[in-house]
């Protein structure tokens, strides 16, 4: 008999804990949908890219690109912070998410000058 019961009681928490877990893995970061917006991208900008490129793109430090002055496109933006370039830019795919470097692809625009 109390066997019987354990087993139920087993089966059902088999049950709920594979019914309940998977929505909770997939909601693990509610803002992995949702387009990162200017100022959480400054906040990336600030903490990955500001060291060279200065807050203002303009800083230059290391030999790095002044972004004010940039005409790159969104596709090589999102390259060379991908993958780096050969004029000492380093590659960041294994630091950033795809969310942030989308972010700061369209970040990095707000800092021309036109
Ligand atoms: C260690 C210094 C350094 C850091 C940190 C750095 N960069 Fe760079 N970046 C460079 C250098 C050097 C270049 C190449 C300069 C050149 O092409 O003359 C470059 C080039 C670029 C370019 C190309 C601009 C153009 O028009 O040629 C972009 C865009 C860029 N960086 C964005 C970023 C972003 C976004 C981050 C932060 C994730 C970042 N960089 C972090 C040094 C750095």
Same mark, same amino acid.
Do not use: W
């Given at each position: ?46 903490? *990955? ?9 303009? &800083?230059? #430090?290391?030999?790095?690109?002044? %972004?004010? $002055? ?14 780096? *370039? ?9 630091? &950033?998410? #795809?969310?942030?470097?989308?972010? %700061?692809? $369209? ?8």
């Amino acid at each position: 008999m109390v066997l019987r019961y354990f087993t139920v009681f087993a089966g059902l928490f088999l049950i709920t804990s594979c019914g309940g877990e998977a929505p909770v893995v997939e909601n693990e970061d509610p803002k992995v949908e949702e387009p990162m917006g200017t100022e959480e991208a400054r906040t990336v900008y600030t903490l *990955n890219c500001a060291s060279c490129h200065g807050q203002d793109g303009k &800083l230059k #430090a290391s030999n790095a690109a002044d %972004l004010s $002055k940039s005409e790159m496109d969104d596709a090589h933006i999102k390259q060379t912070i991908l993958n780096g *370039n050969d004029k000492g830019m380093m590659p960041y795919k294994e630091m &950033l998410s #795809a969310r942030e470097v989308e972010g %700061l692809v $369209k970040f990095v625009k707000t800092l021309r000058e036109e």
